[in-house]
């Protein structure tokens, strides 16, 4: 007889040890543990319902029904017979071994009443539940582990990326000794980021995507998407967009539109390096250098090019329109054909870094504050008075003056720089997140200046939000994977432009730049109202239903 048939047996019979009965003598058994289950589960619901419709209507919980307490004393009674079905399972394994019985890795994990409850054996080879490995895998994964293939070249071998995330998965988990229980693996699309969004991937996370809207731009509504894992933002958002709406909207400009990369070349003296400078900014070298810069894209086009010493060090800063794509890519391809064509007439000039950080790019600095990155745009809105008291529950004299001294005076004493708004990267993070642009460049995406002025005799509100370097696309990158791409469609600015180039990333970017503007005035009226913080509590850590409050 093997362990399987003996381990029920001895559950059975708890008069000794090494009583010994046939399962099948015992057919009763099945029957009563089916019984137990079943009632363990169906009054655990039960009560899990009755307590959730508790907590829904604020009733105590410990006050209790008839229903309510027989299903407790079932529930209580179900609990200690499996628990004394169940921990024989620690009493037999080790009289089991010392008995003498071969146990094999087959019959510890599965056809077996202990399975999943008793200790495992230890080996190299069990996989977690989440993740099912085939012979041929497994391997794969020991050759990983062995450091004998490369956990960079998976998908090349393989041919199959879901199959080299899976192994990777399996691979980390076992060289770092940390589970990654809870890291989703299954439906995700890994050809699609090979090569351009990720590397090494191992799975995926999961970030919520809420809606804020409808946001009327221009007269058009926009429904937004926004991903974050942040309480109240969202309602926020929503709030400011529903101010603006029936205020009669928003109105947006986009005021600059153009990337750009800064290489850094060295000379000899500071004398030839200023030779270099009088020649980029010479207006009769530009259509020579924008040809040469031009040549990288059909959708690249020069704008501009300043340049500035550093001793005989020159910075080069080029600025040229992109089309639908945030265009980081493009401009480095123009500018380092422009770089090669400026090496003939400048043998001795030697390239130091295609990016030398007077671009400048995921940093705040004040060139981009100033001159502009990506898209600049202005969006402004009035509010009327009616709304600001019964939409924001506030005044228009407390807004203008809790902007004065928060967003312009308090930031200015803070020595902020680009950051004199109350939380403009909450909502670009939230946006970009979900449209899948690249959240790093939210340092300078998020620079913004919050204006507020009373109007039309004091009684309505101009408010506007002014962010110089705003940088977005809709091709590209992280846009064409399947969620971020539903998101840019939901907006109505997926992929390029046919007719007009450029039109659907400026688009998106007047939007994030509206939707700032919503949360801008729904924080700034939270915190005139005194409601920040009761606010927070609401929809962070309130355990009533949100379907039941009132809008």
């Not at 500018?335 to 090496?343: C, R």
């Not at 992280?478 to 688009?507: D, F, H, I, W, Y």
């Amino acid at each position: 007889m093997d362990v399987q048939q003996r381990i029920p047996n001895a559950v059975v019979s708890s008069k000794t040890k090494n009583e010994k009965h046939d399962s099948q003598s015992h057919p009763s058994l099945y029957l009563t543990n089916a019984v137990f289950f079943g009632l363990f589960f169906s009054v655990a619901y039960f009560l899990l319902h009755r307590w959730r419709e508790k907590i829904r209507t604020s009733t105590p919980l410990h006050v209790l029904t008839i229903s309510e307490m027989i299903a407790l004393v079932s529930l209580i009674a179900s609990f200690f017979y499996l628990m004394a079905f169940f921990s024989i399972g620690f009493i037999l394994h080790p009289f089991a071994a010392s008995s003498d019985v071969q146990y094999d890795e087959e019959d510890e994990t599965t056809g077996s009443c202990l399975a999943g409850v008793a200790p495992p054996l230890p080996s190299k080879t069990t996989s977690p539940v989440t993740v099912q490995l085939s012979s041929d895998d497994e391997e794969v994964v020991q050759a990983v582990v062995s450091g004998s293939i490369p956990s960079y070249s998976l998908e090349s071998k393989l041919g199959d990326c879901r199959r080299a995330a899976a192994i990777r998965n399996q691979a980390v988990e076992r060289v770092t000794g940390r589970s990654l229980e809870g890291l989703p693996l299954e439906n995700f699309d890994y050809d699609s980021i090979l090569g351009q969004c990720c590397e090494m991937p191992i799975g995926f996370v999961q970030i919520p995507v809420g809606v804020a809207g409808p946001l009327l731009l221009d007269g058009k509504e926009f429904t937004v998407p926004m991903a974050t894992t942040e309480g109240c933002l969202v309602a926020s958002t929503n709030r400011g967009c529903k101010a603006i709406f029936v205020s009669g909207g928003a109105s947006a400009v986009v005021l600059r539109d153009g990337m750009t990369r800064a290489p850094v070349v060295r000379f000899n003296s500071a004398k030839r390096a200023s030779q270099l400078k009088f020649f980029l900014e010479d207006p009769r070298n530009f259509d020579s250098l924008a040809h040469t810069f031009n040549k990288s894209s059909r959708f690249a086009r020069l704008q501009n090019i300043k340049a500035t010493i550093a001793g005989k060090n020159l910075y080069t800063r080029f600025t040229c329109s992109t089309g639908d794509a945030m265009g980081m890519n493009m401009v480095s391809k123009g500018v380092q054909n422009v770089l090669d064509f400026l090496q003939c007439d400048f043998p001795d000039m030697d390239v130091i870094g295609i990016s030398g950080n007077f671009c400048s790019d995921k940093k705040a600095a004040a060139v981009n504050w100033i001159e502009g990155r990506g898209k600049s745009v202005v969006c402004e809105a009035v509010i009327k008075e009616e709304v600001v008291k019964k939409v924001l529950k506030t005044s228009v004299e407390s807004l203008v003056e809790l902007n004065m001294l928060k967003n312009l005076t308090g930031s200015a004493m803070a020595g902020a720089l680009g950051g004199f708004n109350a939380h403009a990267s909450n909502i670009v993070s939230a946006i970009y997140l979900a449209t899948g642009q690249d959240p790093a460049q939210n340092v300078e995406s998020s620079h913004c200046m919050t204006m507020m002025e009373a109007v039309n005799d004091g009684k309505d509100l101009h408010v506007s939000v002014t962010m110089p370097s705003i940088e977005v696309g809709t091709v590209g990158g992280g846009t064409q994977l399947a969620s971020q791409s539903a998101c840019l469609n939901l907006l109505g600015v997926k992929g390029a432009s046919k007719e007009s180039p450029g039109s659907n990333s400026r688009q998106l970017a007047t939007i994030v730049a509206a939707s700032v503007l919503a949360g801008e005035l729904s924080l700034m009226s939270a915190i005139a109202a005194g409601q920040l913080v009761k606010s927070h509590m609401k929809y962070n850590r309130s355990s009533k239903d949100v379907t039941k409050i009132a809008s």
